[in-house]
T-cell receptor, first 114, second 113 residues
Framework: AQSVTQLGSHVSVSEGALVLLRCNYS??????LFWYVQYPNQGLQLLLK??????LVKGINGFEAEFKKSETSFHLTKPSAHMSDAAEYFC????????????FGSGTRLSIRP | DSGVTQTPKHLITATGQRVTLRCSPR?????VYWYQQSLDQGLQFLIQ???????AKGNILERFSAQQFPDLHSELNLSSLELGDSALYFC????????????FGQGTRLTVV
């Protein structure tokens, strides 16, 4: 079975500071990992994804994530936070047989302080 | 624009009633997923259809049902509605490969009064 744990339901950083959102996964097969962002009153939008190959993945809006198999982690980072980054972020895993069911973490709400 | 269309955007109905939510997936996508997002439960996977057949089931109540039609659009039927069913219902679609990300619609906000 697959599962995703996001550490911290709410993260607050100052504008210009480093953003670090933590995600750990559990998977019995090689996982495919995703980060989605949800702005208020909108659907989820893909930020980035890891399938195979390079473990450091770059996404939209300056975000990146690194797949670390030994730590079963896929943390999301951005060097300098912007006010427009305030949103809910979801880590997700897709693995297993033919179901292709994507399992989402519980989400982390990112707040940006001026 | 993700290419996934959900209607209606908002729905207000009374307890005990039945509603139908509609989803049109991206062109070419065979998989449709339904999710429920509420404040206390977070984003919960309900059910997946692939090319008209039920493929996976999550935390879907017996009062809820879904189907995917030959033109690949999907409907989620919610019956005997309760106050606790108030939530955002998202539809997502994805392609054939399992690593293809899901593309989400804007959601239907259901309010049960």
């Amino acid at each position: 079975a697959q599962s995703v744990t996001q550490l911290g339901s709410h993260v607050s950083v100052s504008e210009g500071a480093l953003v670090l959102l933590r995600c750990n996964y559990s998977s019995s097969v090689p996982p495919y990992l995703f980060w989605y962002v949800q702005y208020p009153n909108q659907g989820l939008q893909l930020l980035l994804k890891y399938t195979t190959g390079a473990t450091l993945v770059k996404g939209i809006n300056g975000f990146e994530a690194e797949f670390k198999k030994s730590e079963t982690s896929f943390h999301l980072t951005k060097p300098s936070a912007h006010m427009s980054d305030a949103a809910e972020y979801f880590c997700a895993v897709s693995a297993g047989s033919s179901a292709s069911k994507i399992i989402f973490g519980s989400g982390t709400r990112l707040s940006i302080r001026p | 624009d993700s290419g996934v269309t959900q209607t209606p955007k908002h729905l207000i109905t009374a307890t005990g009633q039945r509603v139908t939510l509609r989803c049109s997936p991206r062109s070419g996508d065979l998989s449709v997923y339904w999710y429920q997002q509420s404040l206390d439960q977070g984003l919960q996977f309900l059910i997946q259809y692939y090319n008209g057949e039920e493929r996976a089931k999550g935390n879907i109540l017996e009062r809820f049902s879904a189907q995917q039609f030959p033109d690949l659009h999907s409907e989620l039927n919610l019956s005997s509605l309760e106050l606790g069913d108030s939530a955002l219902y998202f539809c997502a679609s994805s392609g054939k490969d399992r690593h293809t990300e899901a593309f989400f619609g804007q959601g239907t906000r259901l309010t049960v009064v």
